[in-house]
């Protein structure tokens, strides 16, 4: 029996007769299938899925599969659920989409550091459209975890240390799956992940206990996930973590009370992989009927992998334990997403062999790739040894990543080949200022050899210039990569070291998914571009910046420490009753390093020069309901356009609970002509002085604060407004 309702993108209450039609068709064993999703098998000589799973989609008793793509084979597994299934219900075929599918784009972190919300945006819309094209509905992006600790490895995957800049970003990221709709098949139904506060494991540990107040928790890591349904996200995914002691898959506090009563959200909530079996570890369930009573009671919707809800649901049904009513909310929502994406209408809209192949890959979207990956390149140091000279010079590329591929596509890339990506040296080899490329590698990434020093001192020597590539390699950073150091791994600084001897200028490119600890390179090397993991075009966007054809404009979404000893770092972080003063022994500081970060958060160079006026304030008070504005004079004093990132900060200075030294609360990405001088203005208004205390809820309250615009989070021209509620 196959459904075929003539249904797309329509209102819910338009096909919630055809849902209850097909509720009342369904066994509690249909019902529990549709609950349950299951992974695809991938070897060398392709895709495949197990037996067990094809013998569970004949019999209706699975919801959707990921890690199946491409549109000839989710055909024909579509094709056994709809022809071979009683009901003829149609999956749904997931996939971890991050930053690109085939095309890939700089890792997460990388896109935040561009602060361009409408080149994010379209980030995720050329991804959606690829992954759309290979027969996917569904990804599990954006990742909206804020976090303050780079020891963790999924730092990678999301926008950095701060709530206004990741809540912008996550927003982006969900229109740009999402776009209009799916009536074209080229979008993607977006999933909030982790729900929530997975980004502050204990000791940047992954899958570690979060332990923080309720303050924290709603003022600093839920306006991301808020941000990103707000956008229309259509699902969550519950997270690893617990959180007051509840693992969030079973945690009823942040899925129901949070989730659906106070944000309203009524989409479908899927645990992450096996998170409902992990129940049992955590000790809240002690067998398989346990966790599956806990995650479904208190709020996840879809069993992820383990299999759980397919064996334990039917009974707790039919004892009576789980209400039935509840069950059918639940199959309910899955049938809804169903019908938003058109499935109902026709199974096989995703499918299509021609769209697949033009779409993948194409020029267009390789041209974004390059054009993101440009935008996300920071520079964190200059001492006017870049852009490189264009009269032709001969240099000297080592390090073990100046010649890698693979390593440029990050972590999470999706269906990504390394292969095709842009290694430095393939830019460089082919850059017509280039009069000579000599290449050595030095030293492995994480290897302790160091056979290979003599040979790239000795053609260091014979170069103008070095550029020396140097950080993590791309398995380093992503889930269940967290490290104890954030050093450079290996032998990397003591090569560093040896080509300091040469006497040559050194240009630093930096790859890594994370901040790390560069102390030695900061201070010794001429210049340093942090690159990130750029994606599929990395070569030629860090070239164009190096030879100044592109002027590098990226800031820093995160805190690179001096010391892992300082972690957590971040620019935001409270006064203390006595902070340091830089002077006084007994105040809150460390004894052997000072409180200062290596580079703090909002953080970038650029090859022009921006001065910035005092601001001006149209009023020095104002009242609820009304709006203050600031202005600021931004001129590019240099020779040559640049883009700049005007940020601005504010501080409450006297609160009912105490407040960060400055929250970033707007931002402005404006491209300045040479010579030339141009206004940025911000309007404040109350919302942006509400903060969350355990009494009020969200709530402002009259006092002086402080106003702070500029260039980074510790470089701003201030001034004092008051505020009267």
């Known amino acids: 029996m196959v459904l075929i309702i003539g249904l797309n993108t329509i209102a819910k209450a338009q096909f919630q007769a055809k849902i209850d039609s097909i509720l ?6 249909e019902k529990a299938g549709q609950l ?28 959707g599969i990921f890690n199946a793509h491409g549109a000839e084979y989710t055909r024909r597994l579509q094709k056994i659920a709809v022809e071979k299934s009683r009901l003829g219900i149609p999956l749904l075929f997931a996939f971890d989409v991050i930053h690109g599918h085939h095309t890939i784009f700089p890792v997460p972190i990388a896109e935040a550091a561009s602060w361009d919300l409408k080149a994010i945006e379209k980030s995720a819309r050329v991804a959606a459209s ?33 709530t206004y800049l990741a809540s912008a970003v996550a927003s982006a990221r969900v229109k740009g799956l999402q776009s209009t709709g799916f009536q074209d098949a080229d979008a993607v139904a977006a999933c909030v992940k982790h729900f929530a506060a997975y980004g502050a494991p204990q000791a940047g540990r992954e899958y570690h206990t979060v332990d923080m107040s309720e303050i924290t928790l709603r003022e600093t890591y839920l306006p991301p996930y808020k941000s990103a349904i707000d956008a229309g996200a259509l699902t969550v995914m519950s997270a690893f973590n617990e959180v007051n002691g509840v693992p969030a898959t079973a945690n009823h506090f942040l899925l129901n009370d949070i989730l659906r009563e106070e944000w309203k959200f009524d989409g479908v909530v899927v645990s992450d992989y096996t998170s409902v079996l992990e129940l049992i570890n955590h ?24 299999s759980f809800y397919n064996h334990a649901l039917p009974a707790l049904v039919s004892k009576g334990v789980i209400s039935e009513t509840r069950l059918d909310e639940a199959v309910a929502k899955v049938l809804e997403l169903k019908f938003k994406l058109g499935l109902f209408e026709d199974p096989y809209k995703f499918c299509s062999k021609e769209r697949e192949k033009r779409v993948l890959l194409s020029p267009q979207n390789l041209s974004e790739s390059q054009n993101m990956a440009k935008k996300s390149l920071v520079l964190l140091k200059n001492d006017g040894v870049l852009p490189l000279n264009s009269s032709k010079q001969k240099l000297a590329l080592i390090g073990p990543l100046a010649k890698s591929r693979q390593d440029m596509i990050g972590g999470w890339y999706a269906a990504g080949n390394g292969e095709i ?28 050899d160091t056979s290979h020093f003599q040979e790239a001192y000795e053609t260091a020597l014979q170069a103008d210039q070095i550029i020396l590539a140097l950080g993590e390699a791309a398995w380093m950073t992503g889930e269940a990569t967290s490290r104890s150091s ?24 930096l790859f890594n998914g994370r901040p790390l600890t560069i102390n030695e390179i900061d201070h010794y090397a001429n210049a340093v571009l942090e690159a990130w993991f750029p994606g599929t075009k990395a070569g030629s966007a860090i070239a164009s910046v190096l030879f100044g054809d592109e002027n590098p404009s990226g800031k820093l979404p995160m805190t690179f420490p001096k010391s892992v000893g300082q972690i957590p770092i971040h620019y935001n972080m409270k006064n203390t009753g006595r902070p340091w003063d830089g002077v006084t022994n007994t105040t809150s500081r460390y004894t052997d390093i000072d409180n200062k970060p290596l580079y703090p958060f909002g953080y970038g160079l650029s090859y022009s020069t921006f001065d910035y006026s005092s601001i001006i304030l149209d009023r020095d008070s104002f009242k609820a309901g009304e709006t203050l504005k600031a202005a ?59 903060f969350y205390n355990t009494k009020h809820g969200y709530a402002s309250e009259s006092g002086t604060f402080e106003l702070m615009i500029g260039t980074s989070s510790e470089k701003f021209q201030t001034c004092f407004f008051n505020f009267t509620k």
Request: net charge negative; hydrophobic share 40%.
């Open 486 to 509: 954030i050093d450079l791994p290996g032998v990397q600084n003591q090569l560093f070291s040896r080509l300091l001897k040469t006497g040559k200028p050194i240009t630093v490119v």
């Open 130 to 162: 690829e992954a759309a094209a290979t027969g996917l509905h569904w990804v599990f992006a954006p990742m909206c975890d804020v976090s303050r600790d780079p020891r963790w490895g999924r730092v990678m995957e999301g926008a950095g240390e701060d």
């Open 36 to 63: 349950s999703i299951f992974t695809n098998d991938l070897n060398e000589r392709g895709d495949f899925i197990q037996d067990q799973y094809i013998t569970l989609i004949t019999k209706g008793a699975v919801g």
């Open 24 to 29: 009342n068709l369904m066994t509690l064993e």
């Open 632 to 690: 600021i004079k931004v001129k590019n004093s240099s020779s040559r356009d640049g883009e700049e990132v005007v940020q601005l900060y504010i501080r409450d200075l006297v609160g009912s609970v105490t407040r960060p030294v400055k929250e970033l609360k707007g931002f402005k990405k404006v491209l300045i002509p040479a010579g030339k001088e141009i206004m940025i203005e911000f309007t404040i208004d109350e919302n942006l002085l509400k």
């Open 283 to 306: 000790g809240i369930a002690s067998d398989t009927s346990g966790a599956a009573f806990a995650g479904f009671v208190n709020g996840t919707d879809i069993d992820m992998q383990s």
């Open 421 to 448: 990506a842009e290694s430095l040296y393939d830019a460089l080899i082919q850059n017509k200022n280039v009069k000579e490329l000599m290449y050595a590698v030095g030293c492995e990434t994480t290897a302790s």
